[in-house]
């Protein structure tokens, strides 16, 4: 079965290290919203190894400074990921993606990730 991101175009990839690579999403929720990768193929978070957290740990930290030094009006984040297919991932190769926030690009960015169920997010 072919995978998404065990074919990615070089092209692509903005950043990696020896574990992980670096990609823009392709259907970005924010402008420069970006997915970190690991090279080998595991379905999720739980299959890493503690190389490949570090690896990919070490890329979010590198690509959130870039971002922030490139767009001044980045001054927040969201990190996230999808396990199984009842949270949502549709791409069963772990991705983690890294979100740029700006003041005011919601109404109200209270509860963050919480609101991934409606109802949820407001407390």
Same mark, same amino acid.
């Given at each position: 079965m072919s995978c998404l991101f065990?074919?990615?175009?070089n092209e692509r990839i903005v950043a990696e290290n020896d574990l992980a690579y670096a990609v823009r999403d392709g259907f970005p929720v924010t402008e420069i919203h970006t997915l970190i990768i690991p090279k080998r193929h595991v379905e999720d978070?739980?299959?890493l190894t503690q190389e490949e957290l570090l690896a990919c740990d070490n890329l !979010?930290?590198?690509?959130?400074?870039e971002i922030m030094?490139?767009?001044?009006?980045?001054n927040g984040f969201n990190?996230?990921?999808n396990a199984g297919e009842s949270a949502g991932q549709t791409v069963f190769h772990c991705h983690i993606h890294l979100i740029p926030r700006r003041s005011g690009d919601v109404e109200n960015p209270r509860g963050g990730v919480r609101h991934l !169920?409606?109802?949820k997010g407001n407390y």
């Amino acid at each position: 079965m072919s995978c998404l991101f065990c074919e990615i175009s070089n092209e692509r990839i903005v950043a990696e290290n020896d574990l992980a690579y670096a990609v823009r999403d392709g259907f970005p929720v924010t402008e420069i919203h970006t997915l970190i990768i690991p090279k080998r193929h595991v379905e999720d978070y739980f299959g890493l190894t503690q190389e490949e957290l570090l690896a990919c740990d070490n890329l !979010i930290r590198s690509l959130k400074d870039e971002i922030m030094d490139s767009d001044s009006s980045v001054n927040g984040f969201n990190i996230g990921m999808n396990a199984g297919e009842s949270a949502g991932q549709t791409v069963f190769h772990c991705h983690i993606h890294l979100i740029p926030r700006r003041s005011g690009d919601v109404e109200n960015p209270r509860g963050g990730v919480r609101h991934l !169920i409606p109802g949820k997010g407001n407390y």
